[in-house]
């Protein structure tokens, strides 16, 4: 049974950059991809950002593209998400999730959820 751990969130001007970490524990978490999601009270969950066990394959949202990279460290089998630019849009409780499948952007087939992390961009 894995255990998932998000942090790093807080509060931000638009503009502004946040690393978001997710510490994984009970698991062996380089089999796993891994990845980042994102949810509003109005708005269905989004995928934001996939990366697969073997560092091989990403996968971003064209809302996240180019402002947001999702990296990996496995010796601390910790997943993380750096965020650049951020805009009031990006306001949200963020996820990460983890998955056996190689690659996949539907939330249904990732197993392990942390409990979340809230992203607020102020404008």
């Known amino acids: 049974q894995m255990e998932l751990k998000e942090s790093g969130g807080g509060m931000v001007q638009t503009g502004g950059s946040l690393e978001l970490s997710c510490e994984a524990s009970?698991?062996?978490?380089?089999?796993?991809?891994m990845g980042w999601f994102r949810q509003t009270p109005e708005k269905q969950r989004e995928t934001v950002a996939v990366?697969?066990?073997?560092?091989?394959?990403?996968y971003y949202s064209n809302s996240v593209k180019v402002r947001f990279t999702v990296s990996r460290d496995n010796a601390k089998s910790t997943v993380f998400l750096h965020m650049l630019n951020l805009e009031p849009e990006d306001t949200a409780t963020y996820y990460c999730?983890?998955?056996?499948?190689?690659?996949?952007?539907?939330?249904?087939?990732?197993?392990?959820w942390g409990q979340g992390t809230q992203v607020t961009v102020s404008s």
């Open positions: 999730a983890a998955t056996t499948m190689i690659i996949a952007t539907r939330s249904s087939v990732f197993t392990y």
């Open positions: 009970g698991g062996a978490f380089s089999n796993y991809t």
């Open positions: 990366l697969s066990w073997n560092d091989a394959s990403t």
